[in-house]
């Protein structure tokens, strides 16, 4: 089997970049990372989608700007420092200068769906449902894979969106790992939502608390938690009083519907391509979710890749030219790098119990609080203003 592209890996980003493709007229195989009729996984994972990042996906799969329309825009961001000794706190509101909207919070199970209802509609996508997958050949020519029944798949560039295949151990490319020593509980709750346009983040000695509303009274709640967290062990009831608490002024009545648990790690690769292998999605940059910026990093990461092989193409180099691939990494490293680094810093330095550390950030706080220039610097680097504008 001869396909131009070949992306492995069942996640968002492989069925965003699966179908541009196929949509741009190039022969691609999708390769699922998941056992057959599985289906979409179940999950209460939100997403918070800038608005560049929900422009450039409209643009692309209309379907999406009606079936959002449910969802509330987000139109400012109010984030709080408590102080360790808890008698002051520091809060800021970012949003747009034009007065634009900063986003939505999507679920990611419907996201996930009407993908799904596009690529199975392609006309030049082949969906190949194979796990495991093993890399038998990366050059500069090609690449070939051998699928879990022997067969194998010739490729003029193989996209890697997934780590189940183990085949990043056969590149050349190295990554920084890190484990986060902290779990994420993702808490879908009802209540009487005060200000649904509103995303709340309140960074607690316990960890950072973020609430995300996408309706009148449901959102979804996360936070970051370290391992040795005592709220880790508390039972639903308990731990209902202690988000109340800490939400009391942007939610009443609050209501845990169900909770999920997951384990943080950080993922970063130093490179983004190695011969005709490009990493796209979470195997690139799997990052802290306290900036609510990891898909957003990968759409960006999949419109620049669009981008380049569409203005090389146009010129007669091939998609797969080292020169494109090399551009491309050029083009997304710096955003990558800085915010997912950054995010690691800032979750240190904001949930720090340290004294000194504290003081000095609150004095941070009131400073930025007071740059008009920062907080709008900052503002169209989340919502993705100036990337997207590029295109």
Known sequence: MKYEFTIFGSGISAKITSYLLASEGYEVCLVLDKEKNQGTPSTNLVTFLSNGSLNYLYSKFPKMSSLFAKYSDIETINCQLISVNKNKSESIYFEDDKKETLGKIVKNIELEDILNEYINQSVN??????????LIENTTDGVTLKLQNSDRIYS??????????????????????????????????KGNIKNKFSAF?????????????????????VWSLRNNSQILQKDNDELAKIISNHLNEHVASLQLINIEKHRLQFTFAKNLFYKNTVLIGNIAHNIHPIAGQGLNLTIKDIAEFM??????????????????????????KIDNTAFSFGTILLDDILSSNNKFINYSTRKGFGLIKKSGAFKK????????ENFFRSF
Not at 125 to 134: R, V, Y
Not at 167 to 176: C, G, V
Not at 377 to 384: D, E, P, V
Request: positive net charge.
């Open 125 to 134: 996508l082949t969906i190949i449902n194979s796990n495991p997958l093993s």
């Open 156 to 189: 003029d560039l193989f996209i890697l969106s997934s780590s189940q295949a183990n085949i990043t151990k056969q590149l050349k490319i190295k990554f920084i790992n890190k484990d986060l020593e902290q779990h994420a509980l993702s808490i879908d709750v």
């Open 201 to 221: 983040q309140k960074f607690t000695s316990d960890g950072p608390l973020a609430l995300l509303p996408y309706s009148d009274d449901e959102a979804s709640v």
């Open 307 to 332: 981008n380049q092989t569409s203005k090389y193409t146009s010129l007669g180099y091939k998609f797969n030219d080292q020169m494109v691939l090399k551009e491309f990494e050029m083009k997304r």
């Open 377 to 384: 610097f900052f503002t169209r680097r989340a919502t993705g």
